[in-house]
T-cell receptor, first 115, second 114 residues
Framework: GNSVTQMEGPVTLSEEAFLTINCTYT??????LFWYVQYPGEGLQLLLK?????DKGSNKGFEATYRKETTSFHLEKGSVQVSDSAVYFC??????????????FGKGTLLTVNP | DAGVTQSPTHLIKTRGQQVTLRCSPK?????VSWYQQALGQGPQFIFQ???????QRGNFPDRFSGHQFPNYSSELNVNALLLGDSALYLC?????????????FGDGTRLSIL
C-alpha cells in the first residue's frame, strides 16, 4: 500500500536559517504529492502541491519538487521566520488530480523557529 | 465564505459510549472525508462520502460509521468507544469536479475517552 516517510523531528532553527524537511514515498502509479501545515490548535492547511513528475509546488517562500526517480518531495525554504513554527505533514493521494481520493500522511515534523 | 466547520470543538466520553461528530463542508464542496489524528501522529483516513454514499474506506472497524445529508454536511459516529479512540477527528471537503482541487480541512473535534 501507499506510505509516506518524513524526517523525524523536532527541528529547531534560528530565524533566517535554511530549512529542509525530507519526505519520501511509496506508491503505485502516479500519485499527487502535498505538504500541509498545522498550527497549534488548528486543522491542516494546504501549503503546496505537485501532481506530476518534475512539477515544483511553491507558496509563501516554501518549495518542493516532485522527484519520481528518487520518490521524494522534500520541503525547502531559504529563510525561515518565527511565524513558520508549526507541524509540517507530507502527504500523497492516489488521484492524479488530488482531491477525490484518500490522503496518506507522514507522521509530521515539528518545526520551531527561534528569534 | 465559511470554510469547513466542525462541531463540537471538544468532547469527553467514557468507554463504551457512543459519539456523533458533525461537519459542514466549504461552500461549493460536495465530497466529505474524515480522518483520525492520534497525538503526535499524522492523520489516518477513515472514509469518504459523496452523493450520500460511502465511497472509500480506510482500515477502521465497523464501529466507525458515517452519514452524508442532502445539503452535503456529514456525521461521523463511533460506537462502543475505546480508550484508543481518543484523538483529533478532522473533516475535509472538496469538490467532486474539477478533480484537481485540494481537500480543505476543518479545525477538528478533540475527543477524549476516560
Amino acid at each position: 500500500g501507499n506510505s509516506v516517510t518524513q524526517m523525524e523531528g523536532p527541528v529547531t532553527l534560528s530565524e533566517e536559517a535554511f530549512l529542509t524537511i525530507n519526505c519520501t514515498y511509496t506508491a503505485t502509479g502516479y500519485p499527487s504529492l502535498f505538504w500541509y501545515v498545522q498550527y497549534p490548535g488548528e486543522g491542516l492547511q494546504l501549503l503546496l502541491k505537485a501532481t506530476k513528475a518534475d512539477d515544483k509546488g511553491s507558496n509563501k517562500g516554501f518549495e518542493a519538487t516532485y522527484r519520481k526517480e528518487t520518490t521524494s518531495f522534500h520541503l525547502e525554504k531559504g529563510s525561515v521566520q518565527v511565524s513558520d513554527s508549526a507541524v509540517y505533514f507530507c502527504a500523497l493521494s492516489d488521484s492524479p488530480g488530488g482531491s477525490n481520493y484518500k490522503l496518506t500522511f507522514g507522521k509530521g515534523t515539528l518545526l520551531t523557529v527561534n528569534p | 465564505d465559511a470554510g469547513v466547520t466542525q462541531s463540537p470543538t471538544h468532547l469527553i466520553k467514557t468507554r463504551g459510549q457512543q459519539v456523533t461528530l458533525r461537519c459542514s463542508p466549504k461552500s461549493g464542496h460536495d465530497t466529505v472525508s474524515w480522518y483520525q489524528q492520534a497525538l503526535g501522529q499524522g492523520p489516518q483516513f477513515i472514509f469518504q462520502y459523496y452523493e450520500e454514499e460511502e465511497r472509500q474506506r480506510g482500515n477502521f472497524p465497523d464501529r466507525f460509521s458515517g452519514h452524508q445529508f442532502p445539503n452535503y454536511s456529514s456525521e461521523l459516529n463511533v460506537n462502543a468507544l475505546l480508550l484508543g479512540d481518543s484523538a483529533l477527528y478532522l473533516c475535509a471537503s472538496s469538490p467532486r469536479t474539477p478533480s484537481n482541487q485540494p481537500q480543505h480541512f476543518g479545525d477538528g473535534t478533540r475527543l477524549s475517552i476516560l
